[in-house]
């Protein structure tokens, strides 16, 4: 599998340098998830040399049982946030420099203190402050969504595009982070509204799963990294024009797509 393995990453990489959407790997190859892991440092470890860019954070996927049933599994996947990746809220993104992205609401945790399997819920609040997010979901594949495959999705860095993070705030409760609502409208007309009790429960749980799927593989967070928790709705898709995003807490933020 390691001559596979190096084959994968260097299709996905060219992908992605070159802007070539390419078919899916799982045509050519079976990858198992902890392969498809391995792959993804790889490519991370690529991309971070090419683009000049350091790991920013990860992003939470798959955090409900409609978002997993896509890929045939039970439990979320991760991708890793690289720091161009990462735009604020206000900024005009293009499209014709992504593949096929999607609009995801999501909470990003931003932390002020390492953070490991160790730590107890009352700790991750106390190393965490709060931005309104939203994701934006990118594959490399042709036809990308929803067709993957879980080995498909964890090995193209899990569909990572852009992250949009707003103002961060401090946390709330355990109990209050179950009961955010959000508002995400496009060119000002609602196109859809969730809680924040679709992400797992309670987004702190996406945080927790991460925390413990990362120590699985020997990693852990850091100070200053930022987790995107998983989507309040199901994916749109991405178009011209202004997509906001209003949160009862932590506030609202706002990209807009162009050309």
Do not use: C
């Not at 206000?90 to 609401?105: C, H, N, Q, R, Y």
Request: overall charge negative.
């Amino acid at each position: 599998m390691t001559q596979h393995k190096k084959e994968i990453v260097n299709t996905l990489f060219k992908a992605q340098q070159n802007h070539e959407p390419v078919e899916f790997i799982s045509k050519t190859y079976e990858v198992e998830e902890p392969v498809a892991y391995q792959i993804q440092d790889e490519l991370i470890s690529e991309l971070k040399k090419a683009d000049n860019s350091e790991i920013a954070g990860y992003k939470v996927s798959m955090t409900s049982a409609e978002t997993q049933a896509y890929a045939s599994t039970d439990e979320p996947a991760y991708g890793t946030i690289l720091s161009n990746k990462v735009v604020k809220s206000g900024d005009t993104v293009a499209l014709s420099k992504l593949f096929a992205p999607l609009i995801e609401p999501e909470l990003v945790f931003v932390l002020t203190a390492d953070l490991t399997i160790s730590a107890s819920d009352e700790e991750i609040l106390q190393s965490i402050k709060v931005a309104p997010g939203i994701e934006i979901p990118d594959a490399r594949y042709i036809d990308w969504f929803p067709n993957f495959t879980l080995g498909d999705l964890i090995s193209d860095n899990t569909a990572s595009g852009l992250v949009a993070v707003g103002e961060a705030a401090d946390p709330v409760s355990y109990e209050d982070f179950a009961k955010i609502t959000l508002k995400l409208s496009h060119n000002d007309e609602e196109i859809a509204t969730g809680v924040s009790s679709d992400v797992l429960d309670n987004p702190i749980e996406a945080l927790k799963w991460l925390i413990r799927k990362l120590d699985e593989q020997g990693k852990h967070l850091h100070k200053g990294e930022i987790v995107s928790s998983g989507t309040f709705v199901p994916p749109v898709p991405a178009k011209e024009g202004t997509y906001t995003a209003e949160y009862s807490y932590p506030g609202t933020i706002q990209v807009t797509f162009e050309k």
